[in-house]
């Protein structure tokens, strides 16, 4: 006696695949639902411009402190870093909880061939790509309202993605040990990123803070995003600050991957 089956003609997806497919998950849900995210991509950093670039900036006479341009144009490039910051830290605390606890979609995800690791690559991608967009935004309400210095703020864009990741990853590994309803979330909104906002060089050089505070202010990753996006529009950055404050944010972004890569097999796969 003869006997049939079937066989499965699908494949294991290699990890870039699998991680493409996982971004592909993230752009469907995301394009049904940008308009929630028009607020905090255009409309935020276009009132912060307008406001303190624009208003405020008027009272400030250019200056050694802003480099002898307008501060608006002092302002921009500082606060394209810090908008990603900011975009960055949300994107990484309750998505990444909902994906977890309340849609569960990352256990959906990983009962299929595609495993945590690939998964969390997929996530990073996706929030770079979230933050890529952020600041070409940006970018065009820069440039509508005169804030673009130079071309060198194109640099600044790369910049300011790198600072975005490297505030993010951290953020996207605690969230995975997280199993409540993520009220510790609030703690780093309001003593982490509002002071890095306010105090880290954004709207004043960090010169001006007392001595004490200083060395606090240097160890914060907007800061260095904040050196290295003002410094290449101003045309200020040397080699060796831009070599070091690239190597801090690109170990926070590796030390980040690599705790979120642990914490999301440890809590999906183990």
């Known amino acids: 006696m003869t006997t049939t089956g079937q066989r499965s003609t699908g494949t294991v997806p290699s990890s870039t695949r699998a991680a493409l497919l996982v971004v592909e998950g993230l752009w469907a849900w995301y394009r049904r639902n940008w308009?929630?995210?028009v607020i905090s991509t255009l409309v935020q950093p276009a009132l912060f411009l307008v406001a303190l670039g624009v208003g405020f900036g008027s009272q400030v006479e250019p200056g050694p402190a802003t480099g002898g341009l307008p501060y608006v144009q002092f302002l921009?490039?500082?606060?394209?870093?810090?908008?990603?910051?900011?975009?960055?830290?949300?994107?990484s605390t309750y998505p990444i909880l909902s994906a977890f606890k309340w849609q569960r979609t990352y256990w959906a995800v990983v009962a299929t061939?595609?495993?945590?690791?690939?998964?969390?690559?997929?996530?990073?991608?996706?929030?770079?790509?979230?933050?890529?967009?952020?600041?070409?935004?940006?970018?065009?309400?820069?440039?509508?309202?005169?804030a673009v210095a130079g071309p060198g703020f194109l640099l600044a864009?790369?910049?300011?993605?790198?600072?975005?990741?490297?505030?993010?990853?951290?953020?996207?590994?605690?969230?995975?040990t997280i199993e409540s309803e993520g009220q510790q979330f609030n703690?780093?909104?309001?003593?982490?990123v509002l002071p890095m906002m306010m105090?880290?060089?954004t709207f004043f050089p960090v010169?001006?803070?007392?001595?004490?505070?200083?060395?606090?202010?240097?160890l914060t990753p907007l800061w260095h995003g904040t050196e290295l996006c003002r410094g290449v529009t101003l045309g200020t950055l040397g080699a060796l600050p831009a070599l070091g404050h690239l190597l801090y944010l690109l170990a926070l972004l590796g030390v980040g991957a690599y705790l979120a890569r642990r914490n999301f097999v440890r809590r999906l796969e183990v």
């Open 187 to 192: 703690v780093i909104f309001r003593f982490i």
């Open 35 to 37: 308009r929630s995210t």
């Open 76 to 91: 921009a490039p500082a606060l394209l870093a810090a908008t990603l910051m900011q975009t960055a830290t949300f994107e």
């Open 199 to 201: 105090f880290s060089g």
């Open 113 to 146: 061939p595609i495993s945590a690791a690939q998964l969390l690559a997929g996530q990073l991608t996706w929030l770079a790509a979230r933050l890529a967009f952020t600041a070409v935004a940006f970018l065009a309400v820069s440039a509508a309202l005169g």
């Open 157 to 176: 864009v790369v910049f300011s993605l790198l600072t975005g990741l490297a505030c993010g990853a951290p953020i996207v590994a605690y969230a995975a």
């Open 207 to 218: 010169e001006q803070l007392p001595g004490w505070v200083q060395p606090v202010v240097w």
